[in-house]
């Protein structure tokens, strides 16, 4: 019982991972795709302040999946490391590439530095999220087993490509969603407009490579297609799909109110309803929540102190993404943004 539970908190964090940090990662691919010096210049600039308050803390949540999985669930751990120790490898360096390109292409003097460090940061965005999603894609699959040795490239496989290309879509929307509020924030009226076609187009592309996805899962990953297509899967696939088709109707709005909540939706609904088309498997069809358990007791004191971090921790980091989102962290206007764009030049 106290390992299905630690699997949802698992799950759970996985998910606020993949909308925190996707955010960021998407910032980044709209960094990356922005064109020139001189094209680019307002959308990396709304990126660099959007992202500056909240980039660090959304890596917590990294943390806190790894450390649950290392102490609940070893065995997963095991098996996930060595059979996907190459994309794993690759989304770490990424990580720190990303992490460092960011801090660093600001305060860089020479425009060559910033224009090095920039895309940096910007690749890096594109290519942590694709082996992550390739990683989680392997899970789905069956592929992370105590069989699969470091040599087989359990990744380069039809569903871990494909979850790793829509782990990629999946940033770019929420990163877009979230660049066209902090736009309205900013009373910046072009870049609201700039990100929301580009939600729309992001949406558009999660929604086709989903259903892609789910037809190769029918064959390459048949007991997920079949969790995803029955039961408390199917009720959170549903749920992914009425966000979307909300958050499509959100960004044509004009106030687009509430789209970065639909955003969010779609792709905490699509990591949770993953989640529970496994069940109970940790990794179908070769390990179960029980067999990849660790001690009840070494259990239970993981529960205890994940409601310690949740009681301490969550309120602070809640409060932050409220100040963020208000636009309470930084006062920044249209006017911020022309000067700064002229500076920058």
Not at 36 to 63: F, Q, S, T, Y
Not at 313 to 333: C, I, K, Q, R
Request: net charge neutral.
């Amino acid at each position: 019982m106290i390992a299905d539970v630690i699997a949802v908190v698992l799950l759970l964090a996985i998910a606020a991972y993949a909308c925190a940090g996707g955010t960021d990662y998407g910032a980044g691919f709209w960094d990356l795709i922005a064109g020139g010096a001189e094209r680019g210049k307002r959308p990396r600039w709304l990126i660099d302040h959007a992202m500056a308050p909240v980039w660090e803390v959304n890596n917590v949540w990294l943390i806190f999946v790894l450390v649950i999985m290392w102490t609940g669930f070893p065995v997963l751990f095991q098996q996930l490391f060595q059979s996907m120790w190459l994309p794993l490898a690759l989304a770490v360096v990424g990580t720190v590439l990303r992490g460092a390109g960011f801090a660093l292409r600001k305060p860089a003097r020479r425009l060559a530095g910033r224009r090095l460090y920039g895309a940096v940061f910007a690749v890096s965005s594109l290519l942590t999220p694709f082996f992550l999603g390739a990683a989680a894609g392997g899970v789905a699959s069956g592929r992370v087993t105590a069989d699969a040795k470091p040599s087989d490239h359990a990744w380069a496989h039809p569903t871990p490509v494909l979850f790793g290309v829509l782990a990629v879509a999946t940033t770019a929307l929420l990163g877009a969603v979230f660049l066209a509020a902090d736009a309205r924030r900013f009373e910046a009226p072009d870049l609201d407009g700039y990100f929301r076609r580009r939600a729309l187009a992001a949406l558009a592309a999660v929604a086709a490579l989903s259903v892609v996805t789910l037809i190769v899962a029918h064959d390459d990953a048949a007991h997920v297609w079949h969790g995803l297509t029955h039961g408390a899967g199917l009720v959170f696939v549903i749920v992914a799909a009425v966000s979307t088709l909300a958050t499509a109707w959100l960004l044509i709005r004009p106030s687009g109110a509430w789209s970065r909540v639909t955003a969010v939706g779609v792709v905490a609904s699509a990591v949770i309803a993953w989640g529970l088309a496994q069940r109970p498997y940790l990794v179908p069809t070769s390990l179960t929540i029980a067999e990849g358990a660790g001690a009840d007791t070494t259990l239970r004191w993981l529960g205890v102190v994940t409601l310690v971090a949740v009681v301490l921790v969550m309120p602070a980091v809640v409060l932050l993404y409220w100040l963020d989102t208000h636009g309470e962290l930084e006062g920044l206007t249209d006017t911020d943004l022309r000067l700064g764009a002229g500076d920058d030049g």
